[in-house]
């Protein structure tokens, strides 16, 4: 089906062209299943394909980036401002629409619900007894989870009476919760069987309160940041399997966690996900989180690419800029393309201080100066036609 | 606009602080009096308004220049200040340098290598294009750690400073008291006067032992005679465990630290990130101060005769007023009391001059209470010089009024007002070949319409055209001059609605001078520019050269826009009525007599029928599909599912099966347009965009189409199957009710049991609003005007039907039950805590039935949410979009296919990863190449000319389109 099927000829005429390999080996194979295809129709195949190729590429000197800021934004106008809504799972708040939107340009360090999708390896995903073996692996287990407190106010104890089916599903045993409670409160704990107990060095009404409050907040078992995780069936191309949802984020620690796929397994926060896997998977997930907040307002239809060119300056330097005047705007070269955007005067006043010298390259500045922009139909010069062509067609070069 | 205006071009902007000298060199006079005009009204001779700093009354001369005004930019002036004051902006690097450098010496608290690390490391930075502000941040701190000055030795005291302008020098010095604090020590008493801890009392004779001072001198210093040395203090404080300072607050006064910075070395400043060839520390502290020209700060003179100033100068005259006062003062040998406190107020007022919104300071105010808006305040903001005046500009040559639809206009077209065409005038330069149509312009005069408002003569002589000389100098004019003419039908304008928000909102169109005052467009163009006919307004910028009208002409008009470029299909395409006419016309596959089907067609180019349909009764008859497909190009091949749920097929150009409505011809992804744009082009695709218009509104207004109450009305028998439907709706939420007060209810996973109910609630009545949604429909025929609309995807919803006729349904404000209002009650109607359907919210009945009052109020309430919603989110993604353009603009592709910004970082190295435009390729398709059906076109000679398989093959660009009229030709050669 490559090129060892057809004659020189046609591979000569269709190398000639200048498709991409893949189109090539397509046009190949396309001749090559006809009988009879002359040389020359060969070339005119591969001409018109190469026409409609070199039809659909950028042109040069194209202004990329404004229209893809405009295809952002645009659609921005009919988002809603509707924080809460659900994505996919009903049980987990994510916020969407504009305020997602914002929020990912702004490259906020966490975002306003974090999130976290977390696939499992394939002997965990089938089976829902151990996927809930992850589930408490990941999800942070309070104290009131495992059982019941009560205060005794006579004896200044704490009691806590733990329920022992739940210990088991979330395999912990009591003697490892009277060991957190008493490196977590510093306090001395008795435990009989299911019975933990433990109070205030000195009989103090206050502490032994202030020791509730703080014995609530302990983390037994789990993730601290994650404190919800939903179990799914979800039908994948895979086949049926369990995927869990989680309301918290921490994905540089649920990916060591056994069971856990960590080449599906993804956060809604780009910072961690920078932090874990880098800043090539940070632009692939702020791609992804754009995309998916855009379709969930039913505007899906924004070509990707312009989602890419924002990733892509975002990323540019190696870390992640938010795009404003902590970002990307405020560390461009020029003092007056700086000052027109936002903070004018302190960025003039600083410019004064370092003798920075404006070159003149961008756009606003050009435009603040009242020269032509180097941009598009700006990037080139025009010259008249030299005498060569006898129909006195002008002659564009740049 | 005046001739020959320099042809310099600016390269670079060099930035830095300038030197008093160079303000005394370029000042065109010192300024010594408050006063501006003198009582005839002439300006005060080295007053603020002297004639030397440029003149705004026309007429006069400037004395400086000898320019007019309009000419002379003017020139500054100067005040030479009483006393130094420091400049505003730099309060906080001010700070920094009195921190960071020697109070004795002035040079920078770094050892040389400290030095030199900082320096290699911002130079780094620079490099890098990082934030400067850090590495020189970290130098400082890295000084203040230093006791003492590593060169000279001295002891260096903390700074304070005081905003705004106040610079304190922290000092440890001897208590006044220390004669008292030593004794009471002595006396084995706490230093504190608490009795409690008592320590062992000390003669004289044992601390002269434990501090090695003389005791004579010891007994002195007890008696307070002689302050003991810092040598001694400390030996005194160590013995006897006591602190013996307290803070002195130095103040410095501008004098003095201008004295300091003036010592620090050029090679410490530029550690700090400061360039010292440009700005030397010390020039932050003002001696002199620029006065602005009078062209900066011009006055106004009201209807009666009164002048009003600019804020610019009221400031300044309150500082030449303090300055004198200061000199008088001074000079006089007034207390320092008094000096200090006149010095404090010129550094006020020269303050609020650079800055009148500093925190901490109250604003220098006008006599009317408003806040005087100085330098600070004319650059910031939208409106200020930078956003407002500098990067968006007013220009000459634009119009702007109300627009209204013209249905027989081409979409490239737009209708102009006589008057706006009378006034937007184009240059033409007259030659041989076009004397005759030039002073034909020039006859018309500027009151006629094709006339012409200026001639240039060769010699650059301007000439205005009355209608006095225009018969007189028609004839004189000849090849070489130059005649401002009046628009005609054919010449390119650009045409912008704002908001701005895409490339589409900017388009070029050719003109048709109409009668009337307002701009016309086809209404086709509404949806790119987002406009509607209830009163908006456009612009239009008439273009002046010919390069620009070119540019206008090939990238910018209106059929080379037709694809967006945000999701790569046509956002031109039919709309609303067009829809529904087309929907008429192909749903059911009418059938039309000879006279009617012309009567369609007769808006089009199509002058000739097709083979008639089929014949009835011995008449022919052509059908919808038929006729429509008369605008189709005649080699078009498609099949998808239309609008409607059936297939629609085109074979060779012919409608063979499906309905024409939304998705097929209709703007935001109309298949059939979308194909005809990309494969035949975009002069194809306006020809049919256009005849589809046309047709349509034909077949709308033979079939006839109105709505009314009527159309939303249901009989009966259904009104009472709706109300059936709400009664049990209610009677399941009264369940849903009890339960829960029962507390039988069992919570969602996740959610506490009063969420439960609520979705609960909100499921049940958003089924029973679907169900009388569904009974309204049923009663409902399918050439029900509503309907129609709905199903072609002209205008309206099912839902929007359903709440006319059925029943508007559930109010909600936050995704919720109307829960607000009173205490546990939405409105005093209701008892506390009542959870039924009515208490909440929900509207049973249909808009046409009519609200009752309480559901009006909700129906309020959700109203209004909507409402405050689209104000909040126009301004927020306005933002957005601001901060998107800013970062993003300076991208651009290259020839060799990366994309890059200005400066030539590469940010992509193919544009979207595959170099693929999005304009021309959809997203929501693959838009992979069909190699397959090419070669089935090759091989099967499939073209309709020669012509056409030249283009196919990419032998020959398809002709340019440059206007309208070329048409005729066009379509010609083209079926």
């Known amino acids: 089906m490559t090129r060892s099927d057809v ?69 921005g106008t009919q988002m809603t401002m509707n924080t809460f809504h659900y994505a996919g799972v009903a049980e987990i708040d994510v916020t969407q629409g504009l305020p997602r939107l914002i929020e990912l340009v702004d490259a906020r360090k966490t975002p306003d619900t974090p999130m976290m999708t977390v696939h499992l390896e394939e002997e965990y995903a089938t089976d829902r007894e151990r996927a809930h073996e992850v589930v408490w692996q990941i999800e942070a287990t309070k104290i009131l989870a495992l059982g019941d407190i009560s205060t005794n106010v006579a004896d200044m104890v704490v009691s806590i009476d733990l329920n022992e089916d739940t210990l088991e599903e979330r395999m912990i045993t009591p003697d490892e919760i009277a060991e957190i409670i008493e490196d977590e409160l510093g306090v001395k704990t008795n435990q009989q069987g299911a019975l933990v107990e433990f109070g205030p060095e000195q009989p103090s009404y206050r502490e032994l309160l202030q020791l509730v409050e703080q014995l609530r907040d302990i983390v037994f078992k789990g993730i601290e940041d994650v404190t919800r995780v939903v179990i799914r069936k979800e039908q994948l191309d895979e086949g049926e399997e369990f995927v869990l949802y989680t309301e918290g984020s921490a994905f540089g620690d649920v990916i060591e966690i056994e069971g856990v796929d960590a080449s599906r397994t993804t956060s809604n926060n780009i910072h961690e996900i920078n932090k874990n896997l880098g800043i090539e998977a940070a632009r692939e997930s702020i791609i992804e989180e754009t995309m998916n907040t855009l379709e969930e307002q039913g505007l899906g239809d924004v070509n990707i690419r312009h989602l890419m060119l924002v990733a892509d300056i975002m990323t540019n330097q190696g870390t992640i800029e938010s795009i404003g005047r902590h970002g990307i705007s405020g560390s461009k070269d020029s003092v007056l393309a700086r000052a027109a955007f936002e903070v004018t005067v302190n960025h003039l006043l600083d410019a004064a201080i370092h003798g920075e010298v404006d070159d003149l390259n961008g756009v606003t500045e050009n435009v603040i100066v009242g020269k032509p922009i180097k941009l598009g139909t700006g990037d080139v010069d025009l010259r008249m036609g030299s005498s060569s062509g006898g129909d006195a067609e002008p002659e564009a070069s740049d | 606009m005046s001739t020959g205006q320099s042809p310099k071009e600016i390269g670079e902007i ?30 005060i001779d080295m007053g603020l308004m002297d004639p030397r700093l440029g003149v705004i009354d026309p007429g006069l001369e400037c004395k400086t220049c000898g320019k007019h005004s309009g000419s002379c930019n003017g020139h500054f002036g100067h005040i030479e200040l009483a006393a130094p004051v420091i400049h505003v902006g730099f309060t906080k690097l001010i700070r920094r340098l009195l921190r960071g450098t020697c109070r004795n010496c002035s040079r920078l608290l770094l050892t040389e290598d400290e030095r030199e690390k900082y320096r290699t490391k911002l130079d780094r930075t620079r490099e890098l294009g990082n934030d400067v502000n850090d590495v020189t941040k970290a130098a ?17 005291y903390d700074i304070n400073h005081e905003k705004p302008t106040t610079y304190y020098e922290v000092q440890q010095v001897l208590t006044s008291e220390y004669s008292e604090q030593i004794a009471a020590a002595m006396q084995g008493k706490s230093p504190d006067g608490d009795d409690e801890e008592g320590r062992e009392p000390m003669a004289p004779q044992e601390l002269a032992e434990a501090t090695d001072i003389d005791l004579s001198r010891i007994n002195d210093i007890m008696s307070g005679e002689f302050r003991p040395r810092e040598s ?19 103040k410095l006064m501008p004098s003095d630290i201008r004295d300091w910075f003036e010592d620090i070395p050029d090679e410490d400043v530029g550690v700090l990130g400061i360039n010292p060839e440009r700005s030397r520390p010390e020039w932050m502290i003002l001696t002199v101060l620029p006065v602005p020209p009078v062209t900066a700060r011009p006055s106004i003179t009201l209807d009666n005769g009164q ?10 005259v309150d500082i030449i007023r303090i300055n004198q006062r200061f000199m008088e003062n001074r000079e006089a040998g007034a207390p320092q009391l008094i000096i200090e406190d006149l010095w404090e107020l010129l550094q006020y007022h020269v303050t609020t001059f650079m800055d009148n919104e500093i925190s901490g300071t109250p604003p220098a105010r006008h006599r009317s209470g408003r806040p005087l808006k100085t330098l600070s305040q004319r650059l910031k903001g939208k409106e200020g010089r930078f956003r407002g005046s500098l990067s968006g500009k007013r220009v000459n040559f634009s119009a702007r009024t109300v627009i209204s639809p013209d249905p027989t206009l081409s ?87 704002q908001p701005s928000l895409h490339r589409m909102s900017i388009m070029a169109h050719e003109v048709v001078v109409m009668p009337y005052k307002t701009f016309r467009l086809n209404t086709t163009v509404c949806p790119p520019y987002n406009a509607d006919f209830d009163g908006d307004e456009m612009n239009m910028h008439a273009l002046q050269n010919e390069e620009a009208r070119a540019e206008a002409r090939v990238l910018m008009r209106v059929q080379e826009q037709i694809l967006s470029p945000r999701f790569g299909e046509n956002i031109i395409g039919a709309i609303q009525d067009h829809i529904s006419g087309t929907y008429l016309l192909t749903h059911e596959n009418p059938r039309f007599n000879e006279t009617q089907a012309l009567d369609l067609l007769r808006a089009t180019r199509i002058d000739e029928l097709p083979e008639p349909s089929g014949e009835e009764e011995g008449e022919p008859y052509w059908t919808g599909r038929d006729i429509f497909s008369e605008l189709l190009p005649d080699d078009l091949d498609l099949e998808f599912t239309g609008t409607v749920g059936d297939d629609v097929i085109i074979e ?42 046309a047709l349509a509104m034909r077949s709308i207004m033979h079939f006839g189409f109105s709505i009314g109450i009527d159309d939303e009305t249901v009989p009966k028998e259904a009104q009472d199957r709706i109300d059936d439907a709400i009664d049990n709706a209610y009677d399941r939420v009264e369940e849903l009710i009890d339960t829960y007060q029962s507390g039988d209810l069992e919570s969602l996973p996740g959610r506490t049991v009063d969420e439960t109910l609520e979705m609960k609630i909100m499921q049940t009545l958003g089924k029973a609003r679907d169900s009388a949604g569904d009974i309204a429909e049923d009663h409902f025929d399918d050439d029900n005007p509503a309907v129609v609309m709905a199903d072609s995807g002209a205008r309206g919803s099912m839902l929007n039907l359903t709440q006319m006729a059925g029943c508007v349904g559930q109010q909600a404000v936050r995704g919720e039950r109307i829960n607000r209002g009173y205490e546990d009650r939405t409105l005093s109607h209701y008892k506390p805590n009542d959870l039924s359907a009515e208490a909440h919210g929900f509207v049973e009945h249909s808009y046409t039935g009519g609200l009752d009052p309480r559901e009006f109020f909700f129906h309020a309430m959700g109203g209004r949410e909507g409402l405050v919603d689209t104000a909040v989110r126009t301004s927020k993604s306005g933002y957005l979009q601001r901060r998107l353009i800013n970062a993003l603009s300076e991208l651009e592709t290259q020839y060799d296919g990366t994309v890059r910004d200005t400066s030539d970082t590469v ?69």
């Open chain 2, 14 to 43: 060099s930035f830095g602080l300038m030197d008093p000298e160079e303000y005394r060199e370029m000042s065109a006079t010192k300024i010594i009096t408050a006063d501006t005009y003198d009582d005839d009204g002439f300006p």
């Open chain 2, 140 to 156: 400082i701190r890295e000084a203040r750690k230093k006791d003492r000055c590593p060169y000279c030795g001295e002891v260096q």
């Open chain 2, 232 to 250: 001694d203090r400390k030996a005194i404080e160590k013995a006897l465990d006591l602190d013996l300072t307290e803070e002195d607050m130095n």
């Open chain 2, 411 to 497: 979409l490239n077209e737009v209708g102009v007002p006589e008057r706006v065409a009378r006034e937007m005038t184009q240059t033409m330069n007259v030659t041989e070949r076009n004397t005759d149509e030039a002073r034909r312009y020039v006859a018309n005069g500027p009151g006629g319409h094709p006339g012409a408002n200026y001639v240039k003569r060769p010699d650059g002589r301007r000439l205005k055209v009355t209608e006095k000389n225009c018969e007189e100098l028609a004839t004189k004019v000849e090849a070489g001059w130059e005649v401002n003419r009046h628009m005609v039908d054919g010449d390119i304008i650009i045409f912008n609605r």
């Open chain 2, 652 to 693: 060779d150009g012919q409608l063979v099966e499906g309905t024409v409505a939304e998705d097929e011809v209709g703007g935001f992804g109309g298949e059939v347009v979308d194909t005809i744009t990309k494969v035949y082009g975009n002069t194809r695709s306006r020809i049919f965009i256009n005849e589809v218009a």
């Open chain 2, 307 to 316: 002048r009003s100033e600019d804020d610019l100068t009221h400031k300044l």
């Open chain 1, 7 to 75: 004659s020189e000829d046609i591979e000569a005429v269709v190398e000639d062209t200048d498709l991409p390999r893949r189109l090539k080996d397509e046009v190949y194979s396309t001749v090559a299943g006809r009988d009879g295809v002359t040389a020359e129709q060969a070339d005119q195949i591969a001409r018109a394909v190469e026409n409609e190729y070199l039809d659909t590429r950028v042109d040069p000197l194209d202004p990329v980036g404004t229209v893809s800021a405009q295809s952002i934004g645009e659609p």
């Open chain 2, 907 to 975: 940010v992509q190295f193919e544009f979207g990863e595959d170099g693929t435009s999005p304009v021309k390729v959809s997203s929501s398709e693959d838009g992979d190449i069909d190699v397959e059906h090419i070669a089935d076109r090759v091989l099967d000679e499939e073209f309709g000319s020669d012509e056409r398989k030249q283009e196919f093959l990419g032998k020959k660009r398809p002709p340019t389109n440059l206007s309208e009229h070329v048409d005729a030709r066009q379509v010609r050669g083209d079926d």
